[in-house]
């Protein structure tokens, strides 16, 4: 599908966030590792990745929000971290290895990391500026985001990549595209980040969260937002100003993250996921008078 089909068919500005959202006004960055599985190791990944989450969450950790991927690269998982800026970036990396080494000691932190490598194909890292100047419908309070979050259970995300030297036209189209749907009762909030580190080039991402994928059906399209004359201005002005995109759904795994309490609190059942139970050990028959009579009786020399 081509960059320009792929936003139409995805509603482009219809509604939702961008990856895991930041809950303070002043923070600024999502930290976001994306990692990709061997097929056969996918199972192995999973369960060092809830041993991962389990410690962060009882040895008051690095928060972390997980996903997986439904449409898109498969075996691929995205794990994002709000950071308020860059030094931010090394007291989280500071609780995550604090967690790790306290639940299960230094060594065996390095052997569980060391593990979760050998299970990979690659894995690739970014920092994003979240840009609340180019978003829409933007909810106004921490705790308007976090219901938002917390009662999501899937995220689509676009991802734009801008052509040199056109970073301020694909800004200014965006800002057009929001003026037009913050006047529509039928759009929901969208948010807006742009990669700062670890890509090449100008990369933005505009994503959508919703409850259920059932929540994606019956969007608004850029037709309806922009009309027929706005939709092929716009289809004219992206053309000249972004030289492709990449679109995926995601699903998240609260079993894999260790989100903030305010997002946990919306949904506890979801967010906090009861640890597997043990398998039962197989109860002991209690033996009948009669077969322990017979026990004795060939005990007995004869």
């Known amino acids: 599908m081509s960059w320009r089909k792929a936003l139409w068919a995805l509603g482009f500005v219809a509604g939702g966030l961008l990856a895991a959202p930041s809950l303070r006004a002043q923070g600024n960055y999502l930290d976001v590792y994306i990692a990709k599985v061997k097929p056969e190791k996918a199972s192995d990944a999973e369960a060092i990745a809830r041993k991962i989450a389990d410690a962060n969450r009882h040895n008051n950790g690095d928060h972390v929000i997980?996903?997986?991927?439904?449409?898109?690269?498969?075996?691929?998982?995205?794990?994002?971290?709000?950071?308020?800026?860059?030094?931010?970036?090394?007291?989280?990396?500071?609780?995550?290895?604090?967690?790790?080494?306290?639940?299960?000691?230094?060594?065996?932190?390095?052997?569980?990391?060391?593990?979760?490598?050998?299970?990979?194909?690659?894995?690739?890292?970014?920092?994003?500026?979240?840009?609340?100047?180019?978003?829409?419908?933007?909810?106004?309070?921490?705790?308007?985001?976090?219901?938002?979050?917390?009662?999501?259970?899937?995220?689509r995300s676009i991802s734009v990549r801008v052509r040199p030297g056109h970073a301020a036209d694909f800004e200014a189209l965006l800002k057009d595209v929001n003026a037009h749907a913050d006047r529509n009762p039928e759009t929901r909030p969208v948010l807006i980040s742009q990669v700062i580190e670890g890509e090449r080039g100008d990369i933005y991402y505009i994503s959508f969260l919703r409850n259920s994928l059932a929540g994606m059906d019956k969007?608004?399209?850029?037709?309806?937002?922009?009309?027929?004359?706005?939709?092929?201005?716009?289809?004219?002005?992206?053309?000249?100003?972004?030289?492709?995109?990449?679109?995926?759904?995601?699903?998240?795994?609260?079993?894999?993250?260790?989100?903030?309490?305010?997002?946990?609190?919306?949904?506890?059942?979801?967010?906090?996921?009861?640890?597997?139970?043990?398998?039962?050990?197989?109860?002991?028959?209690?033996?009948?008078?009669?077969?322990?009579?017979?026990?004795?009786?060939?005990?007995?020399?004869?």
């Open 66 to 155: 997980a996903m997986e991927t439904l449409y898109g690269e498969g075996y691929t998982y995205v794990f994002v971290t709000h950071r308020q800026d860059y030094a931010d970036v090394d007291k989280g990396s500071n609780a995550f290895m604090g967690a790790l080494n306290k639940a299960l000691g230094k060594q065996g932190a390095e052997k569980l990391l060391a593990d979760w490598s050998n299970c990979l194909i690659s894995s690739h890292s970014e920092l994003r500026l979240r840009r609340p100047d180019l978003s829409s419908k933007m909810p106004k309070d921490p705790q308007s985001f976090a219901k938002l979050v917390g009662e999501s259970r899937v995220l």
């Open 219 to 302: 969007e608004p399209t850029l037709k309806d937002i922009l009309g027929e004359e706005g939709l092929a201005k716009f289809e004219k002005n992206i053309a000249e100003t972004a030289e492709g995109s990449e679109s995926a759904i995601f699903r998240f795994r609260p079993d894999m993250s260790y989100p903030p309490q305010e997002i946990s609190d919306v949904a506890a059942d979801y967010w906090q996921p009861k640890p597997a139970m043990a398998a039962a050990k197989p109860r002991t028959k209690t033996p009948s008078g009669a077969e322990v009579a017979a026990a004795k009786s060939d005990a007995k020399p004869q």
